[in-house]
């Protein structure tokens, strides 16, 4: 007997009555009919066309027929994903406001800007969509056969800074770039760009020796014809795009360096514990399809397989504490 069943059951014993149960029922079934009616809006952080962007309107037709409810997407850009986030925070607590950042973003705005003061506890992880490895990639003047290799020749040259793209102060590569050189014991210096395709764009021009960047398949590709070099992906197994590829901690230098660059589909935390088993349970059957295995494969995306919500939840807090403890231990400052 469901906990629905057996609450009308003990009110129907006490009020001795038929009508009051159908009383009890009737508020219930209406508010049903009309959660499985409203239009589910998906927020994406960034501008279309992005991986993130491109995730989320995969997910979009089979999470509608999941659901049964009409799905569609907004892109809300900006401030490193954090005008979608307090905009769906701001929404109605029923779980048809949903958001499809980047969990490295998420977590990291407010590390690294004052004006945004919503918290990553305020969101529950109802699924990643997409999550590839950080991969540490120069520019083709360059010919270091090896991390190990990277990472001596500048510590000869202390008086040199090496430069790293990035897409801004606190952004997952500044973080990820500032943890390496930490851990290595090299100076580099960091340069902003907008967004990942003025970085490679930047690596192709030579303006810049190296960037941590997710393997997505542009990338991937400018590898392969040799434009860009791949010194290696930061992540405990070699990426199956790159067999070849050594992975970071295979070298004398690093250890336990692990990074992942991860889209995902959030909700308020408030949302009701019901609704939210309920959309994670939809994704889950999204991501078994194998349209969407086949998706994840044409993206360079890592293969993942769906998780509860508590696993997912279990992975959020993991990737917070991680880059918060990165966060502190190269003085980040929220500007």
Not at 73 to 96: T, W
Request: glycine share 6%; charged share 15%; aromatic share 6%.
């Amino acid at each position: 007997m469901t906990s629905i069943a057996r609450r009308a059951s003990l009110i129907a014993g006490l009020c001795g009555s038929l009508c009051s149960m159908v009383a009890f029922l009737a508020p219930a079934a209406a508010t049903a009919q009309t959660a499985s009616t409203k239009t589910v809006v998906i927020r994406v952080a960034y501008p279309a066309g992005g991986p993130a962007d491109v995730a989320a309107r995969k997910t979009q037709v089979p999470l509608q027929a999941s659901l049964g409810q009409t799905v569609i997407i907004e892109n809300v850009p900006g401030a490193s994903g954090s005008i979608a986030a307090s905009n769906v925070l701001n929404a109605a607590p029923d779980g048809n406001t949903l958001l499809v950042t980047t969990g490295n973003d998420l977590i990291l705005a407010p590390l690294a800007m004052a004006q945004v003061k919503y918290k990553p506890e305020n969101y529950r992880l109802a699924g990643v969509l997409s999550i590839t490895d950080f991969t540490l990639v120069t520019n083709a003047q360059h010919a270091f056969a090896s991390v190990d290799d990277l990472i001596e020749s500048a510590r000869r040259k202390p008086q040199k800074e090496m430069t790293f793209g990035s897409w801004g102060y606190g952004s997952a590569p500044y973080l990820v770039a500032a943890d390496f050189a930490a851990s290595a014991g090299i100076r580099v210096l960091d340069v902003p760009y907008k967004g990942a395709a003025p970085v490679i764009q930047a690596l192709l021009g030579n303006e810049i020796d190296m960037a941590f960047v997710p393997l997505a398949p542009n990338v991937l590709e400018l590898v392969r014809q040799g434009k860009l070099k791949a010194i290696g992906s930061a992540s405990s197994t070699r990426s199956p795009y790159l067999p070849n590829m050594p992975t970071l901690n295979e070298g004398k230098h690093l250890k336990q360096f692990v990074y992942s660059a991860w889209a995902a589909l959030f909700i308020p935390a408030s949302v009701p514990e019901p609704l939210a088993v309920r959309l994670n349970q939809s994704l889950a059957e999204v991501k078994k399809s194998e349209d969407y295995k086949r998706f994840l494969a044409d993206s360079a995306a890592l293969p993942d397989s769906p998780t509860t919500l508590a696993q997912a939840e279990a992975f959020y807090r993991g990737e917070m504490q991680k880059f918060r403890a990165i966060a502190k231990s190269v003085n980040l400052q929220a500007q």
